[in-house]
Nanobody
């Protein structure tokens, strides 16, 4: 059974940094594209970043380009989201999700499994 567990969320001041982790169990991460998504109160869930199974291809939303970096360590079955220069509008519950795809494809539009989410709050 595919399971994903996020961690690393918390309260941070504007301009600060956090690193989120998404640990997979029950499957080998190599053959899954992994996406980070977020949902703020009263808003629809949106895609943040996506990384291919090989790690060689990534995509990010325009709102986070230059500030967030997605990476993965398949040996640890873990995907990370490094978030720098955080803004209050980044406040949301962040989720990771997995999609089975060829290893070079970064397409996170139709995930098969979701984590439970981790709260990120950016506030002074």
């Amino acid at each position: 059974q595919l399971q994903l567990v996020e961690s690393g969320g918390g309260l941070v001041q504007p301009g600060g940094s956090l690193r989120l982790s998404c640990v997979a169990s029950g499957f080998t991460l190599d053959y899954y594209a992994i996406g980070w998504f977020r949902q703020a109160p009263g808003k629809e869930r949106e895609g943040v970043s996506c990384i291919s199974g090989s790690g060689g291809s990534t995509k990010s939303a325009d709102s986070v380009k230059g500030r967030f970096t997605i990476s993965r360590d398949n040996a640890k079955n873990t995907v990370y989201l490094q978030m720098n220069s955080l803004k209050p509008e980044d406040t949301a519950v962040y989720y990771c999700a997995a999609t089975a795809l060829p290893r070079g494809v970064a397409d996170c539009s139709a995930p098969e499994a979701w984590g439970q989410g981790t709260q990120v709050t950016v506030s002074s």
